[in-house]
């Protein structure tokens, strides 16, 4: 990254508004504790109720990412109801992580039945039925986890469930469902590749986050 | 005569649900037990040294037993089969072989494996290939019988560790969960157990190595083989039937239009153009005084008037039946295109284009669109109200009327330059050119679309295969063409045989794959402009000339004094 352009100096940044991007960071990721801090450090006004919802969010969160699905998808339909009616993909991977969970833990019979109840209604539409096939095909081997769908056991994936699950349940509780500092950074990156794609070799390196906090 | 041991002459395969119905009366798989390779071998009443059979020696004695036993048992004949495979010493399937299909048919199939792997001659791969095929039997049986819980097993410890066909892990454990599916499944659908084991057993008969089981009806194929040799050789095959076995086939030319059976006069000027449609039913003709006449084609073979089609200013030069043949497009000098309705003369749409002409016209293969060139040199895509959709600009099109397009409704093909035929991909936009070395007048395509018959200006015809990469195939010369648009075609049972016109007033016939020229049929009294085979009829040809009339060839004689003469070649 080159080093601080002059134009920097001419931009003032308010000082309230990082405090904002700060706040909207902590309240995506639910830290409840560091906001409390925060808000009294820094003397913000901030709504009561966003504290019990963040607890609530939080739980939910973990729940999902231990693979703990049927908790996860209790307190969501108890939190925000209709979340999972309305989006059907979220309700298929929240339901697939449960059934996993049985996989892993060798209760085939309980597995197959879960299945058979649960989750082949969603076979009527074309587009689950790829996704429940390859689900399906973990109860073909002894060991799931050297077959080739490997990677719907792991951490990566619950994680990417439970990142999805969270960014419907604020947007049902109509909050931004992406954090400003996330956005922000999105943003510079896209406006980079605009730029060096116009003046080709001549323009700027791509956005590195990396080399940005490096500098 | 030798003594029958036992009497295993009459055994059969045994089925388990009774005598096996279906693909041939038994099995052609031959009898148990009788005769073994290995054990004393019943004397021969031919020479026991000839190990060959015929003047060659290329046939092997044993294989040629063989699949004459196979053939007796596909007939129904196990009663000489067995005979057969008693007298000769030879048995047409190991016994190994045979337990193998009686397992199979009776559902047996881990026995059935195991046997596979007895059998000598077989690599790791097709064991493989057909464990996985019978195991996958087993495994729709169990779920037939709402077994899932062993279904599983089977799925899990014996079908997954094969290692093949691995795609097919995921679908097989959705139909666990998801029996219903299984009817939708496209290797298996609702019939009975047994007939559904037949087709297992067909598969693996495919599957297995001819050496361990003899591939059905063995010796059919092969006289297959021989006779379309024969037909391919045929010179003037023209007809469909039977073909003897007892004599070496050849067709004399009597079964190719040579006379003239009909002669149509109703159009009032030179006739340009014609064309039957793809269903052989209706012929379309059209005149320099601007006239298209549609006609039908009686069951008999005798050509009525239908309609005459007016409404062009010009005279017409290029019609284009739809893939139904219920419309045909036209077009010539005005420059315009019309739409016609085939039952009622009706014409449905005119299509122009501002300050512009159109210039030839063709159909999309849905029937739901057509193309037109467009003196501005691009094509134009319009939809049947006459409004247009797209337009592809660029040097696409000629002033030629001819337009054509691939039988994947893919590809049209134009004249885009003057020696150069474009082959235009209207969807993807990709371009194939045939370049010739002179202009080129007029080009015809085959049905099946793989071939391009282009005429060129000092009269040659050349033969290309368009299907995938382009070759030039031949040429075919002897007519004659100098001044006007001379039109050629394809016709005869397969497409055999390649007609034009010639300005010398004949019809030249040539025999497609050998380029001969079979006929030079004389009659009319002006040039013959075009052509057209009956594509349903093999035997009915049509000619258009500048002498105002039609002819329609064939086989039977006319008795009218105009009679059409024969020249032979």
């Known amino acids: 990254m080159d080093a601080d352009p002059p134009q920097f100096g001419n931009i003032d940044v308010n000082e309230s508004d990082i405090h904002t991007i700060v706040l909207s960071y902590l309240v995506h990721n639910c830290f409840k504790d560091t906001l409390e801090s925060f808000v009294s450090c820094t003397g913000m006004k901030q709504p009561v109720d966003h504290m019990q919802d963040m607890e609530k969010r939080k739980r939910i969160y973990h729940f999902a990412l231990d693979g703990n699905a049927s908790k996860a998808i209790e307190m969501t339909e108890e939190f925000a109801p209709g979340l999972l009616e309305e989006n059907k993909d ?116 791509p956005f590195s986050l990396k080399d940005f906090l490096k500098s | 005569m030798r003594v029958v041991e036992d009497g295993t002459l009459s055994k059969r395969v045994k089925v388990s649900s009774g005598k096996i119905g279906g693909l041939s009366d038994d099995t052609s798989v031959g009898e ?49 089969g067995a005979h057969l495979e008693e007298e000769s010493g030879i048995p047409l399937h190991s016994n190994l072989v045979l337990t193998f299909v009686q397992q199979i048919l009776d559902g047996q199939w881990d026995e059935s494996v195991t046997t596979l792997h007895q059998i000598d001659l077989m690599d790791e791969n097709i064991i493989k290939l057909a464990s996985f095929a019978i195991l996958e039997q087993k495994f729709f049986e169990l779920l037939d019988g709402e077994e899932e819980m062993d279904a ?42 047994l007939s559904s084991r037949k087709k297992l057993l067909g598969e693996l008969r495919k599957l297995l190595p001819p050496t361990v089981i003899i591939p059905e009806n063995r010796l059919v194929c092969l006289v297959e083989q021989a006779l379309d040799l024969q037909k391919d050789n045929c010179r003037f095959h023209n007809s469909v039937g039977e073909m003897s076995l007892l004599v070496d086939h050849q067709c004399g030319k009597d079964k190719i239009p040579y006379q003239t059976v009909q002669i149509l006069k109703e159009h009032y000027g030179e006739v340009w153009f014609l064309k039957f449609s793809h269903n052989g039913r209706y012929l379309a003709s059209s005149s320099c005084d601007s006239r298209v006449i549609i006609w039908v084609v009686n069951v008999d073979g005798h050509v009525i008037m239908r309609h005459r089609l007016t409404g062009h200013r010009q005279p017409v030069s290029y019609i284009s039946w739809s893939p139904e043949d219920d419309q045909i497009l036209t077009c010539g000098d005005d420059k315009t295109v019309r739409r016609w309705d085939i039952d009622s003369g009706e014409c449905l749409c005119v299509y122009e284009k501002q300050n512009l002409g159109l210039v030839s016209c063709g159909w999309a293969a849905d029937g739901k669109s057509i193309f037109t060139g467009v003196t501005d040199k691009s094509i134009s895509m319009w939809d049947l109200k006459g409004k247009e959709v797209e337009s592809w600009k660029g040097q696409r099109t000629h002033c030629m009327a001819d ?45 099946d679309g793989k071939l391009l018959l282009v ?75 075009c052509v057209s085979w009956n594509p349903a009829n093999p035997h009915m040809l049509a000619s258009a000339s500048d002498d105002h009339t039609i002819r329609i060839w064939g086989l039977k004689r006319v008795n009218s004094k105009s009679n059409g003469t024969l020249e032979k070649v």
Request: charged share 20%.
């Open chain 1, 90 to 205: 979220l309700h298929f991977d929240l339901l697939s992580l449960h059934f996993v969970e049985l996989v892993s833990s060798h209760k085939t019979q309980e597995a197959l039945l879960f299945a058979q109840c649960q989750l082949t209604d969603f076979g009527k539409e074309q587009k689950y039925v790829k996704k429940l096939e390859d689900f399906m095909a973990l109860l073909a081997y002894d060991e799931p986890e050297k077959s080739p769908m490997f990677h719907l056991l792991s951490s990566d994936h619950r994680q990417h469930v439970a990142e999805s699950l969270n960014r419907a349940i604020l947007a049902h509780t109509k909050l931004p469902s992406y954090s400003a500092m996330e956005r922000l950074i999105q943003q510079t990156t896209v406006v980079r590749q605009c730029l060096s794609q116009e003046l080709g070799k001549d323009g700027h390196k």
């Open chain 2, 32 to 80: 148990q037990g009788s005769c073994s390779l290995s054990g004393s071998m019943a004397p021969l009443l031919a020479s026991e040294d000839d190990k060959v059979v015929g003047s060659n020696g290329v046939i092997s004695k044993v294989e040629f037993v063989r699949i004459i036993t196979e053939a007796l048992y596909s007939l129904g004949y196990s009663k000489i």
């Open chain 2, 152 to 193: 599983l097993k089977t799925l899990r410890t014996q079908i997954i560790p094969l290692r093949v066909n691995c795609d097919r892990a995921p679908e097989l454990s959705y139909f666990i969960v998801c029996p219903s599916q299984i009817s939708l499944d496209k290797t298996h659908s609702q019939e009975s157990r």
């Open chain 2, 403 to 447: 337009l054509g397009i691939t039988s994947d409704g893919k590809e049209l093909i134009t004249l885009c330059k003057e020696n150069v035929v474009l082959l235009f991909g209207w969807e993807t936009e990709s371009e194939r050119f045939i370049e010739e070395n002179q202009t080129i007048t007029s080009f015809a395509l085959s049905e």
């Open chain 2, 455 to 529: 005429s060129l200006w000092d009269g040659d015809i050349h033969l290309w295969d368009i299907d995938g990469c382009m070759e030039w195939i031949g040429e075919y010369n002897g007519h004659t063409r100098s001044r006007l648009l001379v039109r050629s075609c394809f016709g005869g049972l397969e497409q055999a045989f390649i007609a034009s016109g010639s300005e010398n007033s004949k019809v030249y016939i040539w025999h497609r794959a050998s380029m001969e020229l079979v006929f030079s049929l004389s009659g009319h009294s002006g040039a013959v402009n």
